[in-house]
T-cell receptor
Framework: QQQVKQSPQSLIVQKGGISIINCAYE??????FPWYQQFPGKGPALLIA?????SEKKEGRFTISFNKSAKQFSLHIMDSQPGDSATYFC????????????FGRGTQLTVWP | NAGVTQTPKFQVLKTGQSMTLQCAQD?????MYWYRQDPGMGLRLIYY???????DKGEVPNGYNVSRLNKREFSLRLESAAPSQTSVYFC????????????FGPGTRLTVL
């Protein structure tokens, strides 16, 4: 059973537009929600993360919105750039699982110039 | 710091052959992980090691074995490779009790003919 569900599978956005990727989870014990960014031929790297005590976290053009009651969180990329073209993974974990992350299936983002 | 290193980068095997994928980290992390990445399936956990001397199964352990050789090194072995094991394999590591951020290696692209 997939612990974290991610949509859409692929996303095409024009340069300067807003990219939005959504994730949903069922396990209310999750207490850490990161987003990873992966460029072709590379390993994933942490982009931004949030804990459930806040509803939003912003780092530059990247924002996580978190809705605890709906068990959903999303990544917003403002002013999307061609250099943002990558695969994005959401994930979740809980303190009792000793650092293990449960990943969504990924979203391939393409930003057209 | 080299971070997380993996060898080899590429490998082609014939069905039934065996091989070991090597992973090492120099960040003094206590937890290490092996994932496989397949198109549309995201990152699936094969095995993980929460600390030196312990290993646990992840989502897709069948056909694999692991060894946590010491705190730095975590190897993944395919005893009898099958075409279904064609994938990109990533090793990752983290401090399990410090925010859960996982650091990934560059990956090994394995093809089983």
């Amino acid at each position: 059973q997939q612990q974290v569900k991610q949509s859409p599978q692929s996303l095409i956005v024009q340069k300067g537009g807003i990219s939005i990727i959504n994730c949903a989870y069922e396990n209310t014990a999750f207490d850490y929600f990161p987003w990873y960014q992966q460029f072709p031929g590379k390993g994933p790297a942490l982009l931004i993360a949030i804990r459930p005590d806040v509803s939003e976290k912003k780092e530059g053009r990247f924002t996580i919105s978190f809705n605890k009651s709906a068990k959903q969180f999303s990544l917003h990329i403002m002013d999307s750039q061609p250099g943002d073209s990558a695969t994005y993974f959401c994930a979740a974990s809980r303190g009792s699982t000793l650092g293990r992350l449960y990943f969504g299936r990924g979203t391939q983002l393409t930003v057209w110039p | 710091n080299a971070g997380v290193t993996q060898t080899p980068k590429f490998q082609v095997l014939k069905t039934g052959q065996s091989m070991t994928l090597q992973c090492a980290q120099d960040m003094n992390h206590n937890s290490m992980y092996w994932y496989r990445q397949d198109p549309g399936m995201g990152l699936r956990l094969i095995y993980y090691s929460a600390s030196e001397g312990t290993t646990d199964k992840g989502e897709v352990p069948n056909g694999y074995n692991v060894s946590r050789l010491n705190k730095r090194e975590f190897s993944l072995r395919l005893e009898s490779a099958a075409p279904s094991q064609t994938s990109v394999y990533f090793c990752a590591s983290n401090f399990r009790d410090r925010g859960n951020e996982q650091f990934f290696g560059p990956g090994t692209r394995l093809t089983v003919l």
